[in-house]
């Protein structure tokens, strides 16, 4: 059974920076993206960044240049990582992982996987 497992989040004054980190468990034929959502309160959840396995990146226009998104898929490992720095308090919300994989040989359909989220907390 695959697992995405978050960690980083945490209180942070505006202007400064975090990191998260999300690692993915268990068995999976191929990895087509890997990307960061974040959900703020009463609104929908949306791509902050993206980062496919052939290397191209994404990003909501909202923190181009403050956020990079970046992977390890050394060793097999399915671990992606997000550097936010200037951090706003409009930042503020849970930030979910995505992977978006092919589970086995046999299945054509990309199936996605979430983590459980993280929050983030960006104060004035």
């Known amino acids: 059974q695959v697992q995405l497992v978050e960690f980083g989040g945490g209180l942070v004054q505006a202007g400064g920076s975090l990191r998260l980190s999300c690692a993915a468990s268990g068995s999976i034929f191929r990895t087509d993206s890997m990307a960061w959502y974040r959900q703020a309160p009463g609104k929908q959840r949306e791509l902050v960044a993206l980062?496919?396995?052939?290397?191209?990146?994404?990003?909501a226009d909202s923190v181009k240049g403050r956020f990079t998104i970046s992977r390890d898929n050394a060793n097999a490992k399915n671990t992606v990582y997000l550097q936010m720095n200037s951090l706003k308090p409009e930042d503020t919300a849970v930030y979910y992982c995505?992977?978006?994989?092919?589970?086995?040989?046999?299945?054509?359909?990309?199936?996605?996987?979430w983590g459980q989220g993280t929050q983030v907390t960006v104060s004035s």
């Open positions: 995505n992977m978006r994989a092919r589970p086995t040989a046999w299945t054509f359909n990309l199936v996605d996987y």
């Open positions: 980062s496919t396995s052939g290397g191209t990146t994404n990003y």
